[in-house]
C-alpha cells in the first residue's frame, strides 16, 4: 500500500471550503455569459493587448509575454520595450485585501476571511477571462505582493497567497495605497477589500489611484454586529487596532446615536466615493460572498 500525493482540491482550507472551487466556477460561468456580448472596447477599462495595428511601446515588467518584445530596439538602446497594439485585450487586475488588526474579527465569519473569499472570487473571474491578476495585502503599508498570475489553474496559487496572509497592525490606507500607486504596473482594475477603519480616512489614498488612472473599486466589509450592536449598560470596549480600553455606559439613546453615526457613515462613503466615480458595494459578512459577488456582476460593476 502506498501513499497518494494530496490533490490540489485537497489543498483547500478551511477558510474557502470544500465546495468553493464549484462556487468560483458558477461565478465565472454567469460572468461569461453576462458579459459575453459586450466588445472588448466596451469593457471599462483602457486596455492593450495584441493586435494587427501597432501603437505604442512600454517597458517590460515580470511576468510580460517576452514575444512582444522588440528585439532591434533592444539591440540598438540595450532596453526591453514591448509593443502595445490598439485592440484591447489584455487586463490587470489589482487585488488589495486588508489584513489590520481589525479585520481579525466577526461572527460566525471573520472579516478578513470573508475578504479573502471576495478575492479569490474576482481573481477567479479574472483568471478565467486570461486576465492578469495580482494579488496584495495590507495594513500600515503592503505587507506582501504577487507576481503577475495568468490562467484558471492560478487559482491555487491565490489561495496559498491568500491564506498566508495574517492579521496583524494598525490601518493606515493613505500610506499603502500611495505606495502602492507609485510602484510601476500596468494600469487596470485595482479593487480594495476592507472595513475602512482608519483615523485618517482613505480620500487621500483613493486621490493617488486615481492620479495614477487606476479604475478603483471599494469592497466595504462590515460585520453585522457593527451595523446591530447587541450591548447593553456597562460595558467596556477595545480598540481592536490599538488595544485602548475605555469604559462606556449603553443606554437606548447612545445606542440609538450610535446607529445613526454608522448608518450616514456608510451612507456618505458611498455618496462620496460616486462622486470620484470610484465603484463602491457594501459587503456584510452574513451575506454568502457568492452572492455579492453576483450582485455586483449584474449591476455592471464588475466588469473583468
Known amino acids: 500500500m502506498h501513499n497518494q500525493a494530496p490533490s490540489q482540491t485537497d489543498r483547500v482550507s478551511e477558510v474557502f471550503g470544500t465546495d468553493f472551487l464549484k462556487k468560483l466556477e458558477y461565478l465565472a460561468v454567469v460572468a461569461k455569459k453576462l458579459f ?17 495595428e501597432f501603437a505604442d511601446y512600454r517597458e517590460y515588467s515580470q511576468g510580460d509575454d517576452l514575444r512582444h518584445i522588440d528585439w532591434n530596439i533592444y539591440g540598438r538602446l540595450e532596453k526591453l520595450l514591448l ?18 488588526r481589525s479585520m481579525d474579527w466577526g461572527t460566525p465569519v471573520r472579516k478578513v476571511d470573508y475578504a479573502k473569499r471576495v478575492a479569490a472570487a474576482v481573481a477567479y473571474i479574472g483568471l478565467s477571462s486570461q486576465d492578469r491578476v495580482v494579488l496584495s495585502t495590507f495594513n500600515e503599508g503592503l505587507s506582501e505582493k504577487s507576481e503577475p498570475l495568468q490562467g484558471k489553474r492560478q487559482i491555487f496559487s491565490v489561495f496559498d497567497f491568500l491564506e498566508r496572509a495574517e492579521s496583524f497592525g494598525k490601518t493606515d490606507l493613505t ?25 485618517k480616512g482613505v480620500e487621500e489614498g483613493l486621490k493617488a489611484l486615481r492620479t495614477a ?11 453585522p454586529q457593527e451595523l446591530e450592536p447587541d450591548l447593553d449598560g456597562h460595558v467596556e470596549v477595545i480598540d481592536s487596532e490599538s488595544g485602548e480600553k475605555r469604559q462606556v455606559f449603553i443606554s437606548p439613546e447612545v445606542m440609538k446615536k450610535y446607529k445613526e453615526e454608522v448608518t450616514g457613515f456608510c451612507a456618505d462613503f458611498e455618496r462620496r466615493c460616486s462622486e470620484r466615480g470610484v465603484g463602491y458595494v457594501r459587503a456584510t459578512t452574513d451575506v454568502p460572498f457568492e452572492d455579492l459577488i453576483l450582485r455586483m456582476l449584474r449591476r455592471g460593476g464588475l466588469v473583468l
Open 36 to 52: 459575453s456580448g459586450m466588445q472588448k472596447g466596451e469593457r471599462r477599462s483602457t486596455r492593450r493587448g495584441t493586435s494587427v
Open 83 to 100: 509593443k502595445m497594439y490598439e485592440e484591447e485585450a489584455e487586463l490587470f487586475v489589482y487585488l488589495l485585501v486588508d489584513v489590520s
Open 175 to 199: 500610506a499603502t495605497l500611495d505606495d502602492w500607486a507609485r510602484m510601476k504596473m500596468r494600469k487596470g482594475i485595482a479593487i480594495v477589500v476592507s472595513d475602512f477603519l482608519d483615523e
Open 213 to 223: 488612472r487606476f479604475e478603483t473599486h471599494l469592497v466595504h466589509v462590515i460585520d
